[in-house]
């Protein structure tokens, strides 16, 4: 579920601090510099980077396409590679009992599992495609707010850790509390009594 669909999930963020400068070239800049990579026929598990929000699978940050508005409008992509247990089993016995016969014993070392192992994890994860997953992201940069349109605690840390990492601003997400705190204009006065309360079960 996304921006563009019925319903979905969604997470808000607080922005921890503007962005100094010209704010489209300093986001074009960022997304550009950590756009997601592909790692198809590449031996690697897993890739996470930035993508364009109307097409996820080319990304594109030429100019100010990510510019809707005064909204600031991309997506975050997870790309995963799944390799099943059973897949990994059957090469490993094929290999190991080929390399039994080839030196004629009939136990393998621990070092020689290892290596059997590790080949053939680095030749499954070069043969199988990763598969996609992309996440809405909304900013209001304005407002320093920004939506995620996931709640899914793994893509929701991948956002919070990549955004760190390219605009060197922390996320700070909205619950109830930080909600009410950051956003809803407390006085000093009733953020003390905010800080005081504490949650009873119901």
């Not at 921006?3 to 074009?28: A, F, P």
């Not at 014993?105 to 499954?124: A, G, N, P, Y």
């Amino acid at each position: 579920m996304g921006l563009l669909t019925g319903s979905g999930s969604l997470t808000r963020y607080k922005v921890d601090g503007k962005i100094d400068g010209n704010v489209i070239e300093t986001v074009r800049k960022g997304l550009s510099r950590h756009v997601i990579q592909d790692i198809d026929g590449e031996p690697k598990e897993k890739s996470v980077g930035w993508t364009s929000f109307h097409t996820p699978y080319s990304p594109d940050f030429g100019g100010s396409r990510f510019l809707v508005g005064s909204y600031l409008v991309f997506g975050l992509r997870i790309d995963k590679k799944t390799i099943p247990a059973k897949l990994v089993k059957k090469r490993l016995e094929f290999l190991s009992a080929k390399r039994l016969a080839e030196t004629g014993r009939r136990f393998l070392t621990r070092d020689e599992k290892s290596m059997i192992r590790e080949q053939v994890l680095h030749s499954l994860s070069v043969k199988i495609p990763a598969t996609p997953n992309c996440y809405d992201v909304v900013w209001e940069h304005e407002k320093e707010m920004v939506h995620f349109f996931s709640t899914m605690k793994t893509a929701n840390e991948e956002l919070e850790t990549l955004f760190k990492t390219t605009f060197r601003r922390s996320l700070i997400r909205l619950f109830p509390f930080t909600a009410a705190e950051l956003t809803a204009g407390l006085s000093d006065t009733q953020k003390d009594r905010l800080h005081e309360l504490t949650p009873k079960p119901l």
